[in-house]
């Protein structure tokens, strides 16, 4: 799973500069990305599919963040698509809905087994329209693949259990049905793995799923849908099962207040998040929310160190800082809060910057030019408010969106711009002396989503996974706050939005529940004793 954060994820307007370019410098047109073309893309690509691809929208051209080079144009949905494409997605559900669970699973399979054969290829398709590095693009493939492993046996699994009736002759059980058609909205720093989680588990289940990606991934929104959209045609079944749109705020806005929108997933800014949750709120509707994240790590003076700065490094560098699980606070006891600070500032020196599709490069651009902006004035806010920059801070001189990565010290914990959270590699170190105090403030910030502390006392350990420890989600030991696995539910709480995705018992999201009373005697005895006679 999110998010103006995570791309103001997917309701907000498209950005400036965003219609269509010239084909000819498209970088689609041009031999050394010819790869493109292996993943169906073009000059202008459809950007709704409903079991046939078409949009009659606005064309948007999307960017590459290490170059702010256009890449290829994708035609929008206007209102009218997204709106046949709802009434063909809930017909495509009536069929989907009668296919036997494992059989659904089967089909998730064949579309885990169809990305595994173009990882490589849709993973640099992620480099270079999300900015993220290779292997982190490829990753994020892998994890769709994983979900929908995880998902074909789940498909075998799923269902209520059968309970004691203290009425003879009865039968107690619970029953889980889908709930029907799932919207899912999510943002550029997972294009790929988020929709993954919802979808594959959504499937398994029975739903129908229709998807609006962010628009400035909007190729990358295309591309896996054709992946997809090849299964379900293979299986002869309607490809309106997954349905896409790739839409602004127009779209957005449209599937937040339809009542056809059985559930709506969101992954974004906590301030759209909230504009979601109150829309589909105002109409009685099911909302499943991944929003924002201002997650700490602890370090306590029994910490290994060997194992504290490469996971500091990895949880605040990585992505660029723009993971929802990224590290914004860095906690250290104070008696090794200097030399944590100097090893982790020469580890920052040793990061390599570069095209994130090159195998070399372990840190690439920031998203969008907006986003270097933001980086900019959170910079310069950290210092007015008294803190001091020991690494970074800059834009760096070269094209696209690069910023250094940045470490900032001497605030206090509860700074404002501590407590906000700004998408982009910037770390805020801060020093504490007691146990008690920092497990406060690792939970007095607004966001629930991840946590970490670094140590080797066991007591402290679970008095951290207790009920007056983390307040999070995600809470961890001795491991960085990213990198989640699928086999754990994920999600955060408070303004985090309280949504899970993925594993563990997240698929009770995607269905409904009903109990069931089946009276198998002859008589008519009632419940709690009563007589009514």
């Known amino acids: 799973m999110l998010w103006v954060r995570r791309a103001a994820a997917a309701l907000l307007p498209l950005r400036a500069g965003a219609p269509a370019a010239a084909m000819s410098t498209l970088l689609v047109s041009q031999p050394r990305y010819a790869w493109l073309r292996e993943l169906g893309l073009q000059e202008e690509n459809p950007g709704v599919y409903n079991g046939r691809w078409g949009g009659g929208g606005q064309v948007v051209t999307t960017y590459c963040p290490a170059n702010n080079e256009p890449i290829a144009s994708v035609r929008q949905a206007s209102l009218e698509d997204y709106e046949e494409t709802v009434k063909k997605a809930k017909e495509a559900w009536k069929v989907w809905a009668d296919i036997p669970a494992p059989k659904r699973g089967e089909i998730v399979r064949q579309i885990g087994d169809a990305l595994r054969q173009k990882i490589k290829v849709l993973g640099s398709l992620v480099s270079l329209e999300m900015g993220k590095i290779f292997v982190e693009g490829v990753g994020e493939v892998q994890e769709y693949v994983d979900v929908c492993d995880y998902a074909v046996g789940l498909s075998r699994m799923i269902g209520g259990p059968i309970l004691p009736s203290e009425r003879p002759g009865h039968a107690l059980i619970e029953q889980w049905n889908p709930v029907g058609l799932v919207g899912i909205i999510t943002a550029f720093n997972f294009p790929v793995a988020v929709y993954g989680w919802n979808s594959a588990i959504a499937m398994i289940c029975g739903n129908a799923c229709l998807w609006k990606g962010a628009p400035t991934t909007s190729l990358i929104s295309v591309a896996v849908t054709k992946i997809i959209a090849k299964v379900l045609e293979d299986n002869k079944v309607p490809g309106a099962i997954c349905s896409l749109v790739c839409g602004g705020a127009d779209i957005g806005t449209a599937m937040a207040r339809d009542e056809r929108m059985d559930l709506l997933s969101f992954t974004g800014s906590t301030k759209v998040g909230k504009q979601v949750?109150?829309?589909?709120?105002?109409?009685?509707?099911?909302?499943?929310?991944?929003?924002?994240?201002?997650?700490?790590?602890?370090?306590?003076?029994?910490?290994?160190?060997?194992?504290?700065?490469?996971?500091?490094?990895?949880?605040?560098?990585?992505?660029?800082?723009?993971?929802?699980?990224?590290?914004?606070?860095?906690?250290?006891?104070?008696?090794?809060h200097d030399e944590?600070?100097?090893?982790?500032?020469?580890?920052?020196?040793?990061?390599?910057?570069?095209?994130?599709?090159?195998?070399?490069?372990?840190?690439?651009?920031?998203?969008?030019?907006?986003?270097?902006?933001?980086?900019?004035?959170?910079?310069?806010?950290?210092?007015?408010?008294?803190?001091?920059?020991?690494?970074?801070?800059?834009?760096?001189?070269?094209?696209?969106?690069?910023?250094?990565?940045?470490?900032?010290?001497?605030?206090?914990?509860?700074?404002?711009?501590?407590?906000?959270?700004?998408?982009?590699?910037?770390?805020?170190?801060?020093?504490?002396?007691?146990?008690?105090?920092?497990?406060?403030?690792?939970?007095?910030?607004?966001?629930?989503?991840?946590?970490?502390?670094?140590?080797?006392?066991?007591?402290?350990?679970?008095?951290?996974?207790?009920?007056?420890?983390?307040?999070?989600?995600?809470?961890?030991?001795?491991?960085?706050?990213?990198?989640?696995?699928?086999?754990?539910?994920?999600?955060?709480?408070?303004?985090?939005?309280?949504?899970?995705?993925?594993?563990?018992?997240?698929?009770?999201?995607?269905?409904?529940?009903?109990?069931?009373?089946?009276?198998?005697s002859k008589d008519l005895p009632l419940a709690q004793g009563i007589k009514f006679q």
């Open 340 to 520: 944590v600070v100097a090893k982790l500032a020469k580890a920052y020196a040793q990061v390599r910057i570069g095209d994130p599709w090159d195998s070399d490069t372990l840190y690439g651009p920031l998203h969008t030019k907006e986003a270097v902006k933001m980086f900019l004035g959170a910079v310069e806010q950290a210092k007015q408010q008294g803190g001091s920059v020991v690494y970074g801070g800059k834009v760096i001189n070269r094209p696209g969106n690069y910023v250094e990565p940045t470490i900032v010290t001497g605030l206090p914990h509860n700074a404002p711009i501590v407590h906000t959270e700004t998408f982009a590699p910037i770390l805020y170190v801060l020093k504490f002396k007691e146990e008690e105090e920092v497990f406060a403030w690792n939970n007095e910030v607004k966001q629930g989503l991840s946590s970490s502390i670094f140590t080797k006392d066991l007591g402290r350990i679970f008095r951290w996974l207790g009920p007056k420890g983390s307040d999070c989600g995600i809470v961890n030991v001795n491991i960085p706050t990213s990198g989640a696995e699928i086999g754990g539910a994920f999600g955060g709480e408070k303004h985090t939005g309280g949504g899970r995705e993925s594993g563990s018992d997240s698929w009770k999201l995607y269905m409904r529940r009903s109990t069931c009373t089946i009276n198998y």
């Open 277 to 336: 949750a109150l829309m589909v709120q105002e109409r009685f509707g099911r909302s499943l929310l991944e929003l924002g994240g201002n997650n700490a790590i602890i370090v306590f003076e029994d910490a290994d160190l060997n194992l504290v700065i490469p996971s500091a490094l990895f949880a605040a560098v990585g992505t660029a800082g723009q993971r929802c699980t990224t590290a914004r606070r860095l906690f250290l006891h104070e008696s090794i």
